[in-house]
Nanobody, 120 residues
Framework: QVQLVESGGGLVQAGGSLRLSCAASGSILSINDMGWYRQAPGKQRELVAAITSGGSTNYADSVKGRFTISRDDAKRTVYLQMNSLKSEDTAVYYC??????????????WGQGTQVTVSS
């Protein structure tokens, strides 16, 4: 079994910072692409940031220059550093990972979601 466990969400004032973490556990051969998505009430889930196994990153235009995605393969963890937070960043944030299992097949996994609320 593979699980992605998220932490770091909470309530913060506009202009503040939070760091989200997502740790993978279980029978894992390797972790390929990882990313963070978010979903605000009444809106579709959208990609916030992604990082490949080689370290290449991409960001939604709305968070460029404010958010940074990183990964620590030794800890099997992906992070999202969120600075200069705005009220429009309020959403449930989900981590995602493409994980190759010991049997050699890659599957897509999702974390349970963590609430980020930015007060104006």
């Amino acid at each position: 079994q593979v699980q992605l466990v998220e932490s770091g969400g909470g309530l913060v004032q506009a202009g503040g910072s939070l760091r989200l973490s997502c740790a993978a556990s279980g029978s894992i051969l390797s972790i390929n692409d990882m990313g963070w998505y978010r979903q605000a009430p009444g809106k579709q889930r959208e990609l916030v940031a992604a990082i490949t196994s080689g370290g290449s990153t991409n960001y939604a235009d709305s968070v460029k220059g404010r958010f940074t995605i990183s990964r620590d393969d030794a800890k099997r963890t992906v992070y999202l550093q969120m600075n200069s937070l705005k009220s429009e960043d309020t959403a449930v944030y989900y981590c995602n990972a493409a994980i190759k299992r010991l049997r050699g097949v890659t599957y897509d996994y999702w974390g349970q979601g963590t609430q980020v609320t930015v007060s104006s």
